[in-house]
């Protein structure tokens, strides 16, 4: 409500003081009227009061006697009431999905809230870190609001309205890491094996971004199977062990999005399977006479059999197995003579891909017996005194 008070007594024209009947008339910004009760007092002032219907500039016209009092017209402008329930807060930039280093925003509406100071806050509740905004005030009592999270986690935005909290606020969403799961890559992950068997395979992610790693395995009977997983520069190496006989379903995913559409399988049989086990390194091939000439065997999803190995040459060749407890066993024998070598590696008797492998051992080089010669070589390297025809 607004008030204001005028004299009854004014000053005329002619002589001595005279009494007149104040009025006054007040309008909208869309000229309409707006009641006014006037209200005289006993200090010799009258009191006038109304009641706006809408928040805009009016106008006050206040005569006495049928003249307008000085100054009159008054331009008053009427602000509208403060309602903070009326702020309404929408947007991509509040919802889940939001992804961390990705600008994003969301806008505000306070039109039908009344005139006031606006105050957003934006916290990661993990980090207890403010996430910096870019208020933009559109000139209409909406508004957006632009930022850019940093870091993954849960987060929460608060508004106050002319001090007052926005009822519909804190609004809380979840921020996913930035990851492209494209990029992601299993190696190593066959689509059978034995029963009972260690299972090893290598999830690359270092060409995705960084994220939480989750993976998922459910044997055939519904249970949940424990994989050991392990940090590698690359990415993660996951072990299990299947035990029952039928179909396994793992479920990889990183930042919380799986990799793929549909889980990974793995068919799990009885027996063993030779052409399962593998067999790399240097030694498989050539090698020096005197030095132990090196290789690897991996039975990891092969299941459960017996290894064999066998070396044989011009010289009966010392062997060196050792079990490196993953499924893999490190091979190293000593050839004493030079000449063609095979090695033969079984599994439950019968050969494995590749074998018997052929190694050529060749003589160790005396580096001090190498002699090097040639203008090429020289200090001064090959001058023009030292070309043909000069």
Not at 145 to 151: C, L, S
Request: overall charge negative; glycine content about 12%.
């Amino acid at each position: 409500m607004q008030r204001w008070r005028v004299p009854t007594w004014v000053q005329g024209f002619t002589w001595g003081w005279m009494r007149a009947n104040p009025s006054a008339v007040v309008c909208d910004a869309n000229c309409n009227n707006v009641d006014v009760k006037l209200i005289e007092k006993a200090d010799g002032t009258v009191e006038g009061s109304y009641i706006p219907k809408s928040g805009n500039r009016h106008t006050v016209q206040v005569n006495y006697g049928g003249v307008a009092v000085k100054n009159s017209p008054f331009r008053v402008y009427v602000g509208e009431p403060v309602d903070a329930s009326k702020v309404q807060c929408f947007g991509p930039g509040i919802q889940d999905g939001v992804k961390a280093n990705v600008p994003t925003h969301f806008n505000i509406d306070a039109r039908d809230a009344g005139e006031a100071d606006l105050d957003v806050h934006l916290i990661n509740e993990d980090t207890h870190e403010e996430i910096p905004l870019k208020l933009t005030d559109n000139g209409d009592r909406t508004y957006t609001v632009d930022y850019e999270a940093g870091k993954a986690g849960n987060h929460v935005v608060t508004l106050h309205y002319g001090g007052l909290k926005v009822p519909t606020t804190p609004i809380k969403f979840k921020v996913k890491p930035n990851v492209d799961v494209s990029k992601i890559k299993v190696d190593g992950l066959e689509p059978t094996a034995p029963v009972n068997s260690l299972q090893q395979f290598r999830v690359i992610t270092q060409d995705a971004g960084k994220a939480e790693f989750a993976i998922s395995i459910t044997s055939p009977s519904g249970s949940k199977v424990k994989a050991h997983v392990i940090p590698t520069y690359e990415g993660y190496l996951v072990n299990f062990t299947p035990t029952q006989l039928g179909e396994y379903l793992l479920g990889i995913s990183f930042g919380g999005e799986p990799i793929s559409h549909r889980p990974f399988k793995l068919t799990c049989l009885t027996g063993s399977d030779p052409q399962k086990v593998k067999a790399s390194g240097p030694g498989l091939h050539r090698g020096i006479v005197n030095r132990p000439a090196e290789f690897m065997i991996d039975t990891r999803g092969a299941g459960q059999g017996g290894l064999g190995v066998t070396v044989e040459g011009p010289c009966e060749a010392a062997i060196n197995c050792r079990d490196n407890g993953d499924g893999t066993c490190s091979v190293a024998y000593l050839p004493t003579e030079i000449g063609d070598y095979g090695i033969n590696i079984t599994f439950n008797d019968s050969h494995i891909p590749g074998s018997p492998f052929q190694a050529i051992i060749v003589p160790e080089v005396d580096m001090n017996k190498i002699k090097v010669s040639g203008s090429g070589i020289q200090l001064h390297g090959f001058g023009e005194h030292n070309r043909p025809g000069t």
